[in-house]
């Protein structure tokens, strides 16, 4: 059996004090010309890379791998992620791994990972075969949301172990399960009309014999898809049969490439093991309690408790191990292990979620957007005016309340992996200037700015 | 972010500030009824959160600052409504401005750093030339040099950022709170500016110029006709249907009292004739 995997992961690019930068444009330029200039460089990156791009938030850059073998995986990964990180370093940037940036993302930008998998004895996977690896990585996929669920602080206050991804994200939307129907002809409704200029498609019959139709619609953009001519997705109608694959969208970034390459190898020891039960001639069928552990797994991550088929309840790192212990053998066939996953520990314990240092009297009213306030200053302190001179506060300040971040992160060849800590430092913006807040200042009013509307309103009417 | 439910009730909102304006301006005290009902559809908005922050991503600083006097308070209230009813319908000027997500004011450099991070230099004509990407790595290239001459040779204000885009970028509303935008605010209120000129180069440009101005929506057809003319008497090749402008112009431009323009020079443009060309704009207004 021969084991293809393709990695397409987003990253985030950061400025020298770890906020989003938005120049990916810039830094593609730069790379571009960096790698017409040196040859070895370039031939690596043809044979691992079917491209780079950028996404719709400039901040966020994504490379795409050739499908590959597990064993070359591993350097392909290491070489992209490198080739980015020196582009980073050349246009004054860094990148940033993880999911969701902890202060910017609000909830979004988010970074994901897609992993496409193909499993075959003769380089075209059967369209039973890609059914049936579909169903079955789709019926754990709650397992695999839930430990690689890895987004533990957005718009800088902790988030939790769920996946921020899943939850907030625009277009991963949950898929249903595969049907296979022979149609010759399809047609096209009119809300996918960009997708291809056709209305009607008239399919090759002697190749296409049936059509996977996982969404009536068509649309790819699920946490799991077929892809491929064989399936009803109208970008892929005319692509070759040799790219039918299954692809995995719903999972958060991994920092290490150790989880990242495991993540993978996990879902293509998934894939061995549902052509395997093909081969015995077992209908894979979807599980009974899935759609409700998989939203558990959004909610909770690794922290989930899921429901097995029987009706007893474990937790999601208990079924995890379960699962794994079940496909070991098969993940032993394609290539090894070497995170934490291998115990069931995933990522966002391993490394742990970064220290957060809050003025939380100030942090509530901002997270309620009651940010036009009036305090009183516990005690007389320096402002800064806008041109930078000093001025003396003390009493009752009236103005804007907005946090100001500091990030600390630890940096290793222009990647971050992680961030240290997050520190908040509430500020009054006056009519005279900034005014640094302490906890010991007392809000006396604090209101929406659309609430100090009525207020202008309600004066008004008092007059 | 969905804003479709609370549309209506902003549109009503605008016409019932209106009322009030009205009655203010005439000397009568405000129906009580209308101003019931004012706060009534004020109420209704706050509750849809994204409409809510489209809302006060529309508000003037000096508005939410200050105690300003009310038919000064109606009036920027009733603007704020405008701009949120067109950002509501026009997309495009969102992503312009750098408003892809509701907006949350944050800052992301310090504000003992960032008081430094702007130069203005004073002027006697009430012009402002703002040029926000003028400092490296991403600068605009050249950009700097012809707004020092422009403002010299005509006399306008010139606002110049000292820090790299990559950290602050003046033109998107992530900004407005750092200082460099809030003196702008200012600047423009307490030296009566009537008009706001951003400046930028980029080398990818198919004329000399390029202007921006929310497709007419950020200045009257009057100050537009006078800068066609000047580089057209100049032989500058132009256009105004290139790029559409960003948050100084879409921010800082409150007509008919302040107009802003986006200008984008090309880098292989020639200078002298730009710089000529963009004085005997701010000399004649």
Sequence with gaps: ?463 | MSNIETFPDLIRLHGLLSVIEDDLADGRAPDRRILKRTIKRIRKIRKDENMSLLLTSSMPLSFLLEDVRNDVALKEMRRAIERTIIMSKFRGIRSKIGLNKPMHYIMTYPVEEAVKAFEFIEGMRPVVLTVPHSSPPFQDKGITGIAREIAKSSGAHLFLSKISRVFVDYNRCSSRIYPGRVFLERIIVERGIKGVIDLHSSNMLEHDVEIGCFSGQTVPKSVLKILEECLRRNNVKYTKEGRFGGDIVWFHSILPDVWGIQIEISTNARKNRIVKALTNFVERL
């Design chain 1, 1 to 463: 059996m021969q084991v293809l995997i393709g990695l397409e992961e987003e990253l985030f690019l950061l400025n020298k004090m770890g906020f989003l930068s938005r120049f990916s444009e810039f830094l593609l330029h730069r790379l571009v010309r960096d790698l017409s200039r040196d040859r070895d460089r370039l031939e690596k990156a043809r044979s691992y890379l079917m491209g780079i791009q950028w996404e719709p938030n400039p901040s966020q850059i994504e490379y795409v791998t050739r499908p590959m073998e597990f064993s070359e995986l591993r350097e392909a990964v290491g070489f992209s992620r490198r080739l980015i990180a020196r582009a980073a370093i050349r246009t004054n940037q860094l990148i940033y791994v993880g999911s969701v940036h902890p202060v910017e993302s609000n909830p979004l930008p988010l970074n994901g990972t897609h992993v496409n998998v193909s499993v075959s004895s003769n380089g075209v996977p059967s369209n039973k075969l890609l059914a049936a690896i579909y169903m079955h990585i789709r019926n754990h996929l709650p397992e695999i949301i839930a430990m690689t669920a890895n987004s533990p602080v957005i718009n800088g206050r902790v988030h939790g172990f769920g996946s921020a991804r899943m939850i907030y994200s625009r277009v991963l939307k949950p898929s249903g399960p595969v049907i296979m129907r022979r149609r010759p002809v399809s047609f096209i409704p009119w809300r996918e009309r960009s997708k291809t200029r056709y209305g009607v498609i008239f399919r090759k019959m002697r190749l296409f014999k049936s059509e996977l139709v996982f969404d009536p619609a068509g649309d790819r953009l699920k946490e799991i898809a077929i892809r491929g001519p064989s399936t009803n997705i109208p970008e892929d109608i005319h692509t070759a049969k040799r790219s039918s694959r299954v692809e995995v969208r719903g999972i958060d970034n991994q920092a290490t490439e150790e989880y990242l390459l495991d993540t993978a190898l996990i879902i293509a020891g998934l894939a061995y093991e549902a052509s395997v039960l093909v081969g015995r001639g077992v209908k894979i069928r979807e599980r009974r309690n899935l759609q409700k552990n998989r939203n558990r797994a959004i909610k909770h991550g690794a922290e989930a408790e899921f429901i097995l088929d029987g009706g007893e309840r474990v937790k999601a790192r208990d079924s995890f191990i379960l699962m794994m212990d079940r496909i070991g053998e098969y993940i032993d066939l394609i290539g090894s292990m070497s995170s934490g996953l291998k115990e069931g520990i995933p990522e966002i314990i391993k490394i742990g979620v970064p220290e957060i240092v809050d003025q939380e009297k100030f942090s509530k009213l901002e997270e309620r957007n009651r940010i036009v306030v009036k305090v009183r200053l516990s005690g007389e302190r320096n402002g800064v005016s806008f041109t930078g001179s000093k001025f003396r506060a003390s009493g009752e300040a009236k103005g804007l309340l907005f946090p100001e971040y500091s990030l600390k992160f630890r940096e290793e060849n222009g990647i971050v992996r992680k961030f240290d800590r997050i520190e908040k430092r509430y500020w009054l913006l006056s009519k005279e200037g900034y005014i640094p807040l302490v906890e010991s200042d007392d809000v006396i009013k604090a209101i929406t700015p659309v609430g100090h509307m009525a207020k202008v309103i309600e004066r008004l009417g008092e007059a």
